[in-house]
C-alpha cells in the first residue's frame, strides 16, 4: 500500500472506531442494568410509566402529572416499607412501537417491576410484559384489556367501557325505547367495546362516527345525524372533539338527548371547551371526581391531592380530571404495594388483585376500588347530569355486578 | 479473472497503476474494523441498546433500498414506509397465522415485497416523470387505512404481536437480545455486500448512464424502463425485509408505525444520512431511531415532537445547502482533508532512509 491509501485507510478506520466509542458512550454498559439493583432491601422500587405528552393524544398527559404527584406525596411520607418508590417515564406520543420500546427500557435497563401506561395502545406491551413476566396496569376503557387469561400479567384501571355501555343501553331501553342513536367516538377498539356493550342491551346505533384523535369538525356527520333521525347521540371521545362537536350542535339549535362516557364528560375534556350551555342537560354515567367541578370545591381528598399537585410542581395541571385521575393511579399502586408480600411484579400484581372496599382519591363518595375482575377493580357508577353549571346527582349507585353485567 | 498485479514499489520510482486484491484496500480493512466492533457489541451493552441497534440495523436495512432507488438509480419512492409495513405485515401474519418458521415468513416478506415493487413499479416506470413519486405516495396514504379498514384480518389498532421472540437464542451463553442483535447484523452486512456488488458491477456503470441521461442511455444499449423497474423491484425487497426484521425486533407490527410521514422520514434518512452511501444508510437510521427518544428527554411534553422535527428539519436543509451527499459523503471529504493536511506534512518533512521504513520491512 502506498501512503495515500494507508493514510487514507488509517483515517477512516480511526473514524469507524470514533464512531464506535461514541456510541458505546451512549449506551449503558451489561453490568449495570436495573434489575440487578433490584434485589437490594433498600433500593428502590422501579415503576415505569409510558405516557403520551406528545402526538395526537398529548393532551392526556396532566395524567402523567397527577401520577407522579401521587408517587412524589408517598415517598414524602417515608415511602413504601422505608423503600422510595422510583417513578420512571418516557413519552410514547401514543405510538404502539414507542410503547414497546419504552416498556423495554423500563424492564430490561431500569429494572421495573411494573409499567403503567395510557390507552388502548397498552394492547401492544402485552405479550412483551407476558414474556419478561412484568405487570402492566394501562389506564383505559378497551374490552381486549379485559382479557387476563390470555394475558396474565396485564390489569387496567378504569373500568371495561363496554360495562357503562351497557349503562347506558340499559337506561335508553327503560326511558326511551324508541330513541334513534348516535355514536360518535375513536377509529379504534374503545367504540367496538362500546358498540359491544350498547348491542348487549339491544341498541345499535343508526349512525357511528368513528374518527381519528384530535379531529375537530365534525359538523359533517352532524348533519348526518340530523338527516337519519338521530334523537339520542352518545359522545365518547377526548378533547377536542366531543367539545366541539357539542358547541356546533348548540350553534345550529339541535337539542339531542345526550350521553357523555364517563372519561370524557369533565371538565377539561368538553365542558370548558364547548361552554356549559352546549352541555346542560346531558348525562353521564360517573365514578370519579373531577377538581374542577364546583361542587368539589370543599372536598378534603381534593384538598390534599391540591396541595400534593402543588408541591410536586404540577399545579398548572391540578384543575385537569386526568390529573387527578393519573393521581388515584398512584395511589391505587402505592396501596398494592403497601399490601404486597414482596417488591416484585408477581407481588405486586398480587396485591392488586386484592383490594376490599379500598377508598382512593380519585373516586367519587361511596365508590371503592374492589377484588379485580376481568382485570378491571372499579365497578360502581352514579348517574349524573349536567344542570349548567355542575353535575348533579341521579338515583343511587349502580354496581354492575349486582345488575349482571359483570359475572 | 486474471491475477492481480500488485507488489510494492520501490521507492522513487514511477508507480505501476493501482490494482490491488479487495483485501488490501482501505476500505475492506474499515469495514473489517466496523463488523469486528459491531460484533463485540453485544459483550459490551445491555440488552435493551442492543433492542435499539437492532432496530437501527432494520431500519438501515429500509434507508439502503431507499439510497438504491435514489441514490443509484435516480428514481424518488415516496412510498418505500409503507413497504416496509407491508413486509412487516406479511412477516408477522405467516408466522402468527400460518404458523411458518421465522426464515419462511421472512422469505415470504420477500416475495411480497416483490409483488408490490412489480405492480407499483409496471405502470409508473411505463408511464415515466414523476408518476412513480405519485403512485408511491398513494400507497403509503393507503396503506394505513387499509390496515384499519380490514381489521379482522390485520389486527386494527392492536396489530400483530409475536408471542415469543422471533430470533431466541440457541445457546445459554447468549440472550435472546444478543443474539437477535447478531442475526440482525448479519442480515444488515449481507445486504449492503449484496448492494455493494450490485451497484459496482455492469448494471452500477448502466444506472449512472440513467442518471445522466436518458438518450445517453438508451444510446449506449441501455434498456432503461427494464432497468428501472428491476431495480425498483429489488428496492421493494429489501424495503419488505427490513421491515420484516423490525417488526421482528419489535416483536408487533401496528398501523400507527406506517403512516405517510415514515415513509417521508425513511426519504429525509436517506438524504441526511447520504444517498450514494451505505454507511449513510445506517447514520440515517440511527437518526430514525434514537431522535425522538433524545427529543423527548432533553424536552419533555409536546415541544419533544416538534424538537424532533426540528432537529430533521434542520440537518436535511444543512445536507440540501452545504452537504449534498448527506453526513457520509461530508464525512468522507472530512476524512480527506485530514488526509491532504497529513501528505503535505509528510512532503514537508525530512526524507527517511529507504532502508528503515516499515514498508520496506514488510
Same mark, same amino acid.
Given at each position: 500500500m502506498n501512503h495515500q491509501t494507508r493514510s487514507r485507510g488509517t483515517v477512516a478506520t480511526f473514524a469507524v472506531a470514533t464512531a464506535a466509542v461514541l456510541v458505546l458512550a451512549g449506551c449503558t454498559p451489561r453490568a449495570a442494568t436495573g434489575s440487578d439493583a433490584q434485589s437490594a432491601d433498600d433500593s428502590p422500587i422501579v415503576i415505569g410509566a409510558s405516557w403520551p405528552q406528545s402526538g395526537p393524544l398529548g393532551s392526556v398527559a396532566p395524567g402523567l402529572a397527577g401520577l407522579e404527584a401521587a408517587i412524589a406525596a408517598a415517598n414524602e411520607d417515608g415511602g413504601v416499607d422505608g423503600r422510595e418508590i422510583e417513578l420512571v417515564t418516557a413519552d410514547d406520543a401514543y405510538d404502539p412501537a414507542r410503547l414497546v420500546e419504552n416498556e423495554r427500557k423500563f424492564v430490561?435497563? +431500569?429494572?421495573?417491576i411494573a409499567v403503567v401506561n395510557f390507552g388502548g395502545i397498552s394492547i401492544a406491551g402485552r405479550e412483551y410484559l407476558g414474556q419478561k413476566q412484568v405487570m402492566g396496569v394501562s389506564m383505559a376503557g378497551n @374490552? !381486549?384489556? @379485559? +382479557?387476563?387469561?390470555?394475558? !396474565?400479567?396485564q390489569r387496567a384501571f378504569?373500568? +371495561?367501557?363496554s360495562w357503562e355501555a351497557q349503562l347506558q343501553g340499559k337506561w335508553l331501553t327503560e326511558h326511551a325505547p324508541d330513541a334513534v342513536v348516535g355514536y360518535i367516538g375513536f377509529n379504534n377498539d374503545l367504540t367496538e367495546s362500546h358498540l359491544a356493550g350498547l348491542a348487549a342491551q339491544g341498541v345499535t346505533p343508526a349512525q357511528v362516527a368513528a374518527v381519528p384523535p384530535g379531529t375537530a369538525d365534525l359538523s359533517a356527520q352532524v348533519s348526518q345525524f340530523q338527516a337519519a333521525g338521530v334523537d339520542t347521540v352518545i359522545i365518547n371521545i377526548g378533547a377536542p372533539t366531543g367539545g366541539a362537536t357539542l358547541a356546533y350542535m348548540d350553534q345550529i339549535g339541535w337539542k339531542p338527548t345526550v350521553f357523555l362516557s364517563s372519561t370524557v364528560s369533565d371538565f377539561h375534556t368538553v365542558i370548558n371547551i364547548s361552554g356549559p350551555g352546549p352541555v346542560e342537560g346531558a348525562y353521564s354515567f360517573e365514578f370519579f371526581k373531577d377538581p374542577s367541578d364546583p361542587r368539589y370545591a370543599d372536598d378534603d381528598v381534593i384538598a390534599q391531592y391540591l396541595d400534593d399537585m402543588e408541591a410536586s410542581g404540577h399545579e398548572k395541571d391540578a384543575t385537569n380530571a386526568l390529573a387527578l385521575e393519573g393521581y388515584g393511579l398512584g395511589a391505587a399502586l402505592v396501596d398494592a404495594l403497601s399490601r404486597t408480600d414482596s417488591f416484585d411484579s408477581e407481588g405486586l400484581l398480587a396485591a392488586w388483585d386484592s383490594f376490599d372496599g379500598t377508598e382512593n382519591p380519585m373516586l367519587r363518595d361511596g365508590i371503592t376500588l374492589e377484588e379485580s375482575s376481568h382485570g378491571r377493580v372499579i365497578f360502581q357508577y352514579q348517574l349524573s347530569r349536567f344542570d349548567g353549571a355542575s353535575w348533579v346527582d341521579e338515583g343511587e349507585i349502580e354496581d354492575v355486578r349486582e345488575l349482571g353485567i359483570v359475572e | 479473472m486474471s491475477a492481480p498485479v500488485v507488489h510494492t514499489e520501490p521507492t522513487g520510482r514511477a508507480t505501476a497503476p493501482d490494482i490491488r486484491p479487495r483485501y488490501r484496500t482501505p476500505g475492506f480493512w474499515t469495514a473489517v474494523v466496523a463488523v469486528a466492533i459491531a460484533v463485540a457489541v453485544p459483550f459490551l451493552v445491555s440488552d435493551y441498546d442492543l433492542f435499539n441497534l437492532s432496530r437501527v440495523a432494520a431500519v438501515a436495512i429500509g434507508v439502503a433500498s431507499l439510497n438504491l432507488l435514489t441514490g443509484f438509480s435516480g428514481q424518488v419512492s415516496l412510498g418505500q414506509g409503507a413497504t416496509f409495513g407491508i413486509g412487516g405485515y406479511a412477516a408477522m401474519m405467516a408466522i402468527r397465522y400460518l404458523e411458518w418458521p421465522v426464515w419462511v415468513a421472512l422469505l415470504a416478506a420477500i416475495a411480497v415485497g416483490a409483488l408490490v415493487g412489480f405492480v407499483i413499479g409496471l405502470p409508473a416506470v411505463r408511464m415515466g416523470g414523476f408518476n412513480l413519486g405519485l403512485l408511491t405516495i398513494v400507497i403509503a396514504a393507503l396503506f394505513p387505512v387499509l390496515l384499519y379498514r380490514f381489521s379482522d384480518f390485520t389486527g386494527g389498532q392492536a396489530g400483530v404481536t409475536l408471542a415469543a421472540p422471533a430470533f431466541p437464542s440457541p445457546t445459554d451463553s447468549l440472550t435472546d437480545a444478543q443474539w437477535s442483535y447478531l442475526v440482525v447484523l448479519t442480515l444488515l452486512v449481507l445486504t449492503i455486500a449484496f448492494l455493494d456488488q450490485l451497484v459496482a458491477r455492469r448494471t452500477g456503470r448502466a444506472l449512472s448512464l440513467i442518471r445522466a441521461g436518458r438518450i445517453l442511455a438508451v444510446s449506449n444499449g441501455v434498456d432503461v424502463e427494464r432497468l428501472k423497474l428491476q431495480f425498483f423491484v429489488i428496492s421493494s425487497v429489501l424495503a419488505a425485509l427490513g421491515g420484516a426484521i423490525f417488526a421482528f425486533v419489535l416483536g408487533l407490527v401496528v398501523p400507527e408505525s406506517y403512516p405517510l410521514v415514515f415513509s417521508i422520514t425513511l426519504l429525509v434518512a436517506s438524504v441526511v444520512g447520504g444517498s450514494r452511501s451505505w454507511i449513510g444508510a445506517i447514520l440515517g437510521a440511527a437518526m430514525v431511531v434514537y431522535l425522538p427518544s433524545l427529543a423527548s428527554s432533553v424536552i419533555p411534553g409536546e415541544a419533544s415532537a416538534y424538537l424532533a422535527q426540528l432537529v430533521f428539519a434542520v440537518v436535511l436543509g444543512l445536507c440540501v445547502i452545504v452537504a449534498s451527499s448527506g453526513i457520509a459523503g461530508a464525512g468522507r471529504r472530512l476524512a480527506s482533508s485530514i488526509e491532504r493536511v497529513l501528505r503535505e506534512r509528510r512532503a514537508t518533512a525530512p526524507p527517511t532512509p529507504p532502508s528503515t521504513t516499515r514498508e520496506e520491512i514488510r
Amino acid at each position: 500500500m502506498n501512503h495515500q491509501t494507508r493514510s487514507r485507510g488509517t483515517v477512516a478506520t480511526f473514524a469507524v472506531a470514533t464512531a464506535a466509542v461514541l456510541v458505546l458512550a451512549g449506551c449503558t454498559p451489561r453490568a449495570a442494568t436495573g434489575s440487578d439493583a433490584q434485589s437490594a432491601d433498600d433500593s428502590p422500587i422501579v415503576i415505569g410509566a409510558s405516557w403520551p405528552q406528545s402526538g395526537p393524544l398529548g393532551s392526556v398527559a396532566p395524567g402523567l402529572a397527577g401520577l407522579e404527584a401521587a408517587i412524589a406525596a408517598a415517598n414524602e411520607d417515608g415511602g413504601v416499607d422505608g423503600r422510595e418508590i422510583e417513578l420512571v417515564t418516557a413519552d410514547d406520543a401514543y405510538d404502539p412501537a414507542r410503547l414497546v420500546e419504552n416498556e423495554r427500557k423500563f424492564v430490561e435497563q +431500569d429494572g421495573a417491576i411494573a409499567v403503567v401506561n395510557f390507552g388502548g395502545i397498552s394492547i401492544a406491551g402485552r405479550e412483551y410484559l407476558g414474556q419478561k413476566q412484568v405487570m402492566g396496569v394501562s389506564m383505559a376503557g378497551n @374490552s !381486549p384489556l @379485559s +382479557d387476563i387469561e390470555a394475558f !396474565p400479567m396485564q390489569r387496567a384501571f378504569w373500568p +371495561d367501557v363496554s360495562w357503562e355501555a351497557q349503562l347506558q343501553g340499559k337506561w335508553l331501553t327503560e326511558h326511551a325505547p324508541d330513541a334513534v342513536v348516535g355514536y360518535i367516538g375513536f377509529n379504534n377498539d374503545l367504540t367496538e367495546s362500546h358498540l359491544a356493550g350498547l348491542a348487549a342491551q339491544g341498541v345499535t346505533p343508526a349512525q357511528v362516527a368513528a374518527v381519528p384523535p384530535g379531529t375537530a369538525d365534525l359538523s359533517a356527520q352532524v348533519s348526518q345525524f340530523q338527516a337519519a333521525g338521530v334523537d339520542t347521540v352518545i359522545i365518547n371521545i377526548g378533547a377536542p372533539t366531543g367539545g366541539a362537536t357539542l358547541a356546533y350542535m348548540d350553534q345550529i339549535g339541535w337539542k339531542p338527548t345526550v350521553f357523555l362516557s364517563s372519561t370524557v364528560s369533565d371538565f377539561h375534556t368538553v365542558i370548558n371547551i364547548s361552554g356549559p350551555g352546549p352541555v346542560e342537560g346531558a348525562y353521564s354515567f360517573e365514578f370519579f371526581k373531577d377538581p374542577s367541578d364546583p361542587r368539589y370545591a370543599d372536598d378534603d381528598v381534593i384538598a390534599q391531592y391540591l396541595d400534593d399537585m402543588e408541591a410536586s410542581g404540577h399545579e398548572k395541571d391540578a384543575t385537569n380530571a386526568l390529573a387527578l385521575e393519573g393521581y388515584g393511579l398512584g395511589a391505587a399502586l402505592v396501596d398494592a404495594l403497601s399490601r404486597t408480600d414482596s417488591f416484585d411484579s408477581e407481588g405486586l400484581l398480587a396485591a392488586w388483585d386484592s383490594f376490599d372496599g379500598t377508598e382512593n382519591p380519585m373516586l367519587r363518595d361511596g365508590i371503592t376500588l374492589e377484588e379485580s375482575s376481568h382485570g378491571r377493580v372499579i365497578f360502581q357508577y352514579q348517574l349524573s347530569r349536567f344542570d349548567g353549571a355542575s353535575w348533579v346527582d341521579e338515583g343511587e349507585i349502580e354496581d354492575v355486578r349486582e345488575l349482571g353485567i359483570v359475572e | 479473472m486474471s491475477a492481480p498485479v500488485v507488489h510494492t514499489e520501490p521507492t522513487g520510482r514511477a508507480t505501476a497503476p493501482d490494482i490491488r486484491p479487495r483485501y488490501r484496500t482501505p476500505g475492506f480493512w474499515t469495514a473489517v474494523v466496523a463488523v469486528a466492533i459491531a460484533v463485540a457489541v453485544p459483550f459490551l451493552v445491555s440488552d435493551y441498546d442492543l433492542f435499539n441497534l437492532s432496530r437501527v440495523a432494520a431500519v438501515a436495512i429500509g434507508v439502503a433500498s431507499l439510497n438504491l432507488l435514489t441514490g443509484f438509480s435516480g428514481q424518488v419512492s415516496l412510498g418505500q414506509g409503507a413497504t416496509f409495513g407491508i413486509g412487516g405485515y406479511a412477516a408477522m401474519m405467516a408466522i402468527r397465522y400460518l404458523e411458518w418458521p421465522v426464515w419462511v415468513a421472512l422469505l415470504a416478506a420477500i416475495a411480497v415485497g416483490a409483488l408490490v415493487g412489480f405492480v407499483i413499479g409496471l405502470p409508473a416506470v411505463r408511464m415515466g416523470g414523476f408518476n412513480l413519486g405519485l403512485l408511491t405516495i398513494v400507497i403509503a396514504a393507503l396503506f394505513p387505512v387499509l390496515l384499519y379498514r380490514f381489521s379482522d384480518f390485520t389486527g386494527g389498532q392492536a396489530g400483530v404481536t409475536l408471542a415469543a421472540p422471533a430470533f431466541p437464542s440457541p445457546t445459554d451463553s447468549l440472550t435472546d437480545a444478543q443474539w437477535s442483535y447478531l442475526v440482525v447484523l448479519t442480515l444488515l452486512v449481507l445486504t449492503i455486500a449484496f448492494l455493494d456488488q450490485l451497484v459496482a458491477r455492469r448494471t452500477g456503470r448502466a444506472l449512472s448512464l440513467i442518471r445522466a441521461g436518458r438518450i445517453l442511455a438508451v444510446s449506449n444499449g441501455v434498456d432503461v424502463e427494464r432497468l428501472k423497474l428491476q431495480f425498483f423491484v429489488i428496492s421493494s425487497v429489501l424495503a419488505a425485509l427490513g421491515g420484516a426484521i423490525f417488526a421482528f425486533v419489535l416483536g408487533l407490527v401496528v398501523p400507527e408505525s406506517y403512516p405517510l410521514v415514515f415513509s417521508i422520514t425513511l426519504l429525509v434518512a436517506s438524504v441526511v444520512g447520504g444517498s450514494r452511501s451505505w454507511i449513510g444508510a445506517i447514520l440515517g437510521a440511527a437518526m430514525v431511531v434514537y431522535l425522538p427518544s433524545l427529543a423527548s428527554s432533553v424536552i419533555p411534553g409536546e415541544a419533544s415532537a416538534y424538537l424532533a422535527q426540528l432537529v430533521f428539519a434542520v440537518v436535511l436543509g444543512l445536507c440540501v445547502i452545504v452537504a449534498s451527499s448527506g453526513i457520509a459523503g461530508a464525512g468522507r471529504r472530512l476524512a480527506s482533508s485530514i488526509e491532504r493536511v497529513l501528505r503535505e506534512r509528510r512532503a514537508t518533512a525530512p526524507p527517511t532512509p529507504p532502508s528503515t521504513t516499515r514498508e520496506e520491512i514488510r
